[in-house]
Every structure is written in structure tokens, then in C-alpha cells.
């Protein structure tokens, strides 16, 4: 019952993310004196087809992504292999990324082909219950099947983006007949769309993230594991360079944190750290849940986001326990 309300969710966006791109693209063949939005729908279904099967491809390569075997990564694997015997899952292909963010993300074109990956550095930052627990949060994605809605319904926005400048600059550029003010008006529409459904994009990521957490906590049965977990990854990231930064910046939606909020986001977090040892014990999360329920939480400032706020969340993993 309880992914019963994220496939609810994910089912409302997928039909009004469509419903969206078909009106827009009607709506073009209307103005444009050609009532034939199917041609505009095939060649959009055919775009979001491409980075769909190229998707994986596309993340491996720019994350570094190797496979591992579990001769070369047995305490990955081993992890691994505990977690998906106590949910009786297929297991997905294990993965290292070589890029100096630490973070964790799952991919895949579909739940056979699901991959779960960890960058080197979170390798070395977190303790076993710890690691567990971030896998656990992956495996999530997987058994959810979120991971393969969000690869397909993130290029809806880029669509509407790329209608946008097409028109506008195209129409810019047309003098001032009829036609070069439609192309303006559907460049300005289509920017109007892009905003809306990315704003929509973005709100089932960050559903798909709470829910993945109650997955990792129903897994292992210890959430502040999970809330140590997300405390050591943005206070790893927090000293990042901007370059380290821009390597993962097409793909943060997929981690486990943003590495880029990570600045922020530690000023609230190191106050949960009671006695400064670096990583979260039940106590600590129970105290600072407590705590931080008595703060405002500014809906707005999520809006744009890809994560949720991460006091947020382990408010909620202490719910949990």
C-alpha cells in the first residue's frame, strides 16, 4: 500500500506531462494552418524513445561507471546480495563510478536491466550500516520502477525548451508577417510549458526520494543508518570544487543527495551532530527530529529542486523507529 501513492502520483504526472506536449504541439499545427499534431507527437515519442535506450549508455560514460565483480568489490557485493535476499529481488548489475562526488544512483531502461552504482569516495566515507542503508535507498528505485519513469518523462521539458528557442529565434528573425507572430507566441507558450512541466518533473523526483527513503528503512529496519548516511554525503560534498560539481550536474537527479545544495543544506545538518564525531547515531536523529519539527519550511525554496530537504527526511526516518 504504501507505493500505492508514489504509482498514483507517477501515473497523474506521466498523463498531464502528455496531455501538456500534445495540447502544445496541437496547438502548433493549428497556427501554423495544418491541423496535424500526430507528426509533431511521432517525432517527440521518437526523441524521448532515443534517450531512453541511450540513456544508460549516456550515464555510465559520463559518470566513469565500471562494473565490478565480486572479486573486485565483495563488500559492495556482499551488502548487495544481503539486501536483495530479504526482498527476494532480482539483483541489478553493481556499478563504481570514478568521479570525486560521493553519492549513489540507480539507473536502467527497465527492472531486469537496473543498475546500482556507488561512487569511489562513498566508499570510503561510509560504515557498513551506513552503506547499507544508501544501497538500500537504491534498491528502492529499483523495486519502485521510479528510476525508468524519470529517464523518460525528463525530456518532456527539453522538448518544449527546444520548441521554445526554434520559434522565437525563428520568428525574431522572420520580419513582421502573421506567421513570424505565431512562431513568437508559440515560442512563448512553449517557454511557459517547459517551466510548468519541469516544475512537474521535478516534484515526482523529489516524491520518489521519500519514498525510496521508507523503502531502505523498511529493508534494513534501521532509518537513522540511512540519516547518517545523507548527513556524511552532504557534508563530503560541501568542500567540493566547482568542477567536481559540473561532472555530475546532468545527472544529480538521480543521487541519493545534491551535491550542489550541499553548502546550504550543512548549516542545519552539523547541528544534529551532538558530539562532533562526523556521522548520525539513533539518539542524535531522534533529538534533532524532534527539534526541527518546530521549524518553517519554506515550500518555495523547494520548488526547483531535485532532492527534498535533507532535515526534512530525517525528520521523517525518524518518524520510522
Not at 549513489?104 to 570510503?124: C, I
Not at 519513469?149 to 522572420?174: E, K, N, Q, R
Not at 568542477?243 to 550536474?249: C, G, I, R, S
Request: charge should be positive; proline fraction near 4%.
Amino acid at each position: 500500500m504504501r507505493t500505492l501513492g508514489l504509482k498514483l502520483r507517477m501515473f497523474l504526472v506521466i498523463a498531464l506531462l502528455f496531455s501538456i506536449l500534445f495540447a502544445l504541439l496541437a496547438g502548433i499545427s493549428y497556427l501554423l494552418g495544418y491541423f496535424q499534431p500526430w507528426m509533431f507527437v511521432i517525432v517527440a515519442l521518437v526523441i524521448m524513445g532515443i534517450q531512453y535506450f541511450t540513456g544508460p549508455y549516456i550515464v555510465g560514460w559520463t559518470m566513469k561507471v565500471k562494473y565490478v565483480t565480486p572479486q573486485e568489490e565483495p563488500r559492495l557485493h556482499r551488502i548487495v546480495d544481503g539486501l536483495i535476499w530479504k526482498r527476494g529481488i532480482q539483483k541489478p548489475k553493481i556499478g563504481v563510478s570514478y568521479v570525486r562526488v560521493p553519492n549513489a544512483f540507480a539507473f536502467g531502461r527497465w527492472k531486469s536491466d537496473a543498475r546500482v552504482v556507488v561512487t569511489k569516495p562513498l566508499l570510503e566515507i561510509l560504515d557498513d550500516g551506513e552503506l547499507e542503508a544508501v544501497i538500500g535507498h537504491e534498491l528502492s528505485h529499483v523495486i519502485h520502477r521510479d528510476m525508468i519513469v524519470l529517464t523518460a518523462i525528463s525530456v518532456i521539458p527539453l522538448i518544449c525548451y527546444y520548441i521554445f528557442l526554434s520559434f522565437v529565434w525563428g520568428g525574431m528573425g522572420a520580419g513582421r508577417d502573421r506567421n513570424a507572430g505565431y512562431a513568437v507566441l508559440i515560442g512563448l507558450v512553449a517557454f511557459v510549458m517547459y517551466f510548468v512541466t519541469n516544475l512537474l518533473v521535478l516534484w515526482i523526483s523529489r516524491a520518489r526520494e521519500y519514498y525510496a527513503d521508507a523503502g531502505s528503512a523498511e529493508m534494513t529496519n534501521q532509518p537513522y543508518n540511512l540519516a547518517s548516511g545523507l548527513y556524511k554525503l552532504v557534508l563530503a560534498s560541501k568542500d567540493l570544487d566547482e568542477k567536481a560539481l559540473q561532472e555530475v550536474e546532468g545527472v544529480k537527479a538521480f543521487f541519493a543527495t545534491d551535491p550542489t545544495k550541499a553548502t546550504g543544506e550543512i548549516r542545519m545538518l552539523i547541528e544534529a551532530d551532538l558530539n562532533r564525531d562526523g556521522k548520525l547515531d539513533a539518539y542524535e536523529v531522534k533529538q534533532f527530529a524532534n527539534q526541527a519539527k518546530m521549524r518553517k519550511f519554506s515550500a518555495f525554496a523547494e520548488l526547483f529542486s531535485t532532492h527534498p530537504n535533507p532535515v526534512k527526511r530525517i525528520i521523517k526516518l525518524a518518524e520510522m523507529y
